[in-house]
């Protein structure tokens, strides 16, 4: 199950169902268990019934249809944060494991 459709094309994988919700919302928003056990539902029926491999089934919700504007934030270049250079990673790693250490 993806939000993330041109990742899931790229990764080919033997089937998949796209719900075009943000990332990491592919369920549904928060405090709406019906809607999510109805997503979670089409999914499974869908992974039942998929027999072309590869294929990738649509599911027919929608995140908000007043506002669609979570998708220009979400697949807008730049979105993300600028990732670490790799000293600068091992610094914040090595960082990190030094508080576990400690006790």
């Not at 504007?69 to 670490?84: H, Q, S, V």
Request: net charge negative.
């Amino acid at each position: 199950m993806t939000s993330a459709l041109d990742i899931t094309q790229s990764v080919k994988p033997p089937r998949a169902v796209f719900v075009n919700f943000p990332l990491g919302h592919q369920t549904g928003p928060p405090d709406q268990p019906e809607l999510q056990r109805r997503i979670v539902t089409d999914a499974m029926r869908a992974f039942e019934t998929i027999t072309t491999p590869g294929a990738i089934v649509e599911l027919p919700y929608v995140w908000d249809v007043n506002d669609r504007l979570w998708e220009e934030i979400d697949y807008t270049k730049g979105w993300m944060p600028a990732r670490p250079s790799r000293e600068a990673a091992e610094a914040q790693e090595a960082e990190r494991q030094a508080k576990f250490r400690r006790s």
